[in-house]
Each structure stands twice: as structure tokens, then as C-alpha cells.
């Protein structure tokens, strides 16, 4: 099992910065990947960012392109996601998830992932 814990949330003004981590724990070695999602009130959970555990392929939603960084260090079995420029639209609970196979486009199903964090909120006022 691997366990996976957000932190870094927060209440930021609209053109603010934050930066969100995400610790694996467990049995670290079967994960491939690590990416981000975001859930706002009264909608579905979307893909935010992806990252490849080796390689560091990255890929992105066009939404947050050019202000948002994923990153990731192995050693520390952590994933960033470092946030710039943020609008209120990016109010959301913001969840990381791993999985053990990395699949191109593996966000577009949630059945792709084998672990999900409990979540960090992200607040960004205008």
C-alpha cells in the first residue's frame, strides 16, 4: 500500500503564488507517476498536472499552462506543484494520485490511478 499526503494549501490573493506538496509512504518503489487533480464546489474533478516518476515527462492542463509547475524528488518520494499567477477560478480541493503504470494520458480516467491523498484546499480571493 502506498500513502499519499498533501499539504500547502491555503487562502492567497488573486495573482499570488502557493506551492503544494504531495509525500508518498508506503511501498514507495511500485509507483510510476504522481499527478495533480483539482475538485471545485459543484463540479467534477479534473486533471491539473502529470508527472513521470522517471524520465520527468510533464504535461499539463491548458488551464493552468505557464503558471503552474509540476516537479517532483525522488529521494524524498515528493511531488510539487508549484502555483504562480492564480485566479480565483483555481479555488478548488487539490488531490494527488499515483499509479503504478504510466500510461500517456492516463488523467483522462480515474481508474488509472491506484492511491488518491485526502486533499489540500486551495483558496485564492479576487
Known amino acids: 500500500q502506498v500513502q499519499l499526503v498533501e499539504s500547502g494549501g491555503g487562502l492567497v490573493q488573486a495573482g499570488g503564488s502557493l506551492r503544494l506538496s504531495c509525500v508518498a509512504s508506503g511501498r514507495t518503489f511500485s509507483i510510476a507517476a504522481m499527478d495533480w487533480f483539482r475538485q471545485a464546489p459543484g463540479k467534477e474533478r479534473e486533471f491539473v498536472a502529470a508527472i513521470n516518476w522517471s524520465g520527468g515527462s510533464r504535461y499539463y492542463a491548458d488551464s493552468v499552462k505557464g503558471r503552474f509547475t509540476i516537479s517532483r524528488d525522488n529521494a524524498k518520494n515528493t511531488v510539487y506543484l508549484q502555483m504562480n499567477s492564480l485566479k480565483p477560478e483555481d479555488t478548488a480541493v487539490y488531490y494527488c494520485?499515483?499509479?503504478?503504470?504510466?500510461?500517456?494520458?492516463?488523467?483522462?480516467?480515474?481508474?488509472?490511478?491506484?492511491?488518491w491523498g485526502q486533499g489540500t484546499q486551495v483558496t485564492v480571493s479576487s
Open positions: 494520485a499515483a499509479t503504478r503504470v504510466t500510461t500517456y494520458n492516463r488523467w483522462y480516467s480515474r481508474s488509472s490511478y491506484d492511491y
